[in-house]
């Protein structure tokens, strides 16, 4: 049973345009939903985050647009650059849980 | 990265061995994880700690064992129950202040 579906599987998007990830929960019980951005042979690194008390979250090009009724959230890259082309992961947790439950990743391509 | 490091960042192992993958964290955080990746699949929780001596079972555990004697280290050991080790593994800790996991350099492990 996947908790976390992420779509789309890739992404190209040319420089300068918004790129848009999507990704839907089961679980009501989770309150929180980081994305992480990832690079080849790197560890995940804390992208920006979200609690369900609020709808959008916005740091800088990245925003997060969360809708709880649907069980969905998506991210928002705006302006795109080549720098961006990584691999995109959103998760979601319970409060005090144990661990992060992963989608299975975006790999976005930002052509120049 | 910063504050966790994880050793070797490559490790090839003959099919019947077991070997340890070591990780280290100077963040001061009780929560500690393991995680698999394989392309396309996303991260998959192997063990987490949530506390010195004492550590629990992720969704594939299995082929796999653990241990966490100092708050500092959480190896992860592979062993020869494991049928496809051949996987990028991760190991995070957790604030618990903000939920937030930060990820470490992550270990590169081939079967030969």
């Known amino acids: 049973q996947q908790q976390v579906k992420q779509s789309p599987q890739s992404l190209i998007v040319q420089k300068g345009g918004i790129s848009i990830i999507n990704c839907a929960y089961e679980n009501t019980a989770f309150d929180y939903f980081p994305w992480y951005q990832q690079f080849p042979g790197k560890g995940p690194a804390l992208l920006i985050a979200?609690?369900?008390?609020?709808s959008e979250k916005k740091e800088g090009r990245f925003t997060i647009s969360f809708n709880k009724s649907a069980k969905q959230f998506s991210l928002h890259i705006m302006d795109s650059q080549p720098g961006d082309s990584a691999t995109y992961f959103c998760a979601a947790s319970r409060q005090a849980g144990t661990a992060l439950i992963f989608g299975k990743g975006t790999t976005l391509s930002v052509s120049s | 990265d910063g504050g966790i490091t994880q050793s070797p960042k490559y490790l090839f192992r003959k099919e019947g061995q077991n070997v340890t993958l070591s990780c280290e964290q100077n963040l001061n955080h009780d929560a500690m994880y393991w995680y698999r990746q394989d392309p396309g699949q996303g991260l998959r929780l192997i063990y987490y700690?949530?506390?010195?001596?004492?550590?629990q079972k992720g969704d594939i555990a299995e082929g796999y064992s653990v241990s966490r004697e100092k708050k500092e280290s959480f190896p992860l050991t592979v062993t020869s129950a494991q049928k496809n080790p051949t996987a990028f593994y991760l190991c995070?800790?957790?604030?618990?202040?903000?939920?937030?996991?930060?990820f470490g350099p992550g270990t590169r492990l081939t079967v030969l």
């Open positions: 979200i609690r369900p008390d609020v």
């Open positions: 700690s949530q506390i010195v001596n004492d550590f």
């Open positions: 995070a800790t957790r604030d618990r202040s903000t939920d937030t996991q930060y």
